[in-house]
Nanobody, 118 residues
């Protein structure tokens, strides 16, 4: 199983970016997909998850998560970006690789850097 994230880059404060993360490999079903981020000098933190449409308080109303099931791809639309959103964004997928497994396994992507200039 592999996750490939893309869409990061440099954007001015107030701007928008859309991150994508495609999962491929031996997939029977996907339970949920989401995003975490890690800012310089800080611990990794939760951003959003698609199953419950839950968001970190810091991004509510600005970020939106969605998934294209046909493409096994999750998106993170980020609007009204702030300098404090600067971080490496990591996508993850919790999935089942076989009908014989009940519990899901979580896989992580390599991360994509988002830099917001003020």
């Amino acid at each position: 199983v592999q996750l490939q994230a893309s869409g990061g880059g440099l954007v001015e404060a107030g701007g928008s970016l859309r991150l994508s993360c495609a999962v491929s490999g031996n997939i029977f079903s996907i339970n949920h997909m989401g995003w975490h981020r890690q800012a310089p000098g800080k611990q990794r933190e939760f951003v959003a998850v698609d199953s419950s449409k839950s968001y970190a308080d810091s991004v509510k109303g600005r970020f939106s998560i969605s998934r294209d099931n046909a493409k096994n791809t999750v998106y993170l639309q980020m609007n009204s970006l702030k300098s404090e959103d600067t971080a490496v964004y990591y996508c993850y997928a919790n999935l089942r690789e076989s009908s014989r497994t009940y519990a899901g396994t979580t896989y992580w992507g390599q991360g994509t850097l988002v830099t917001v200039s003020s």
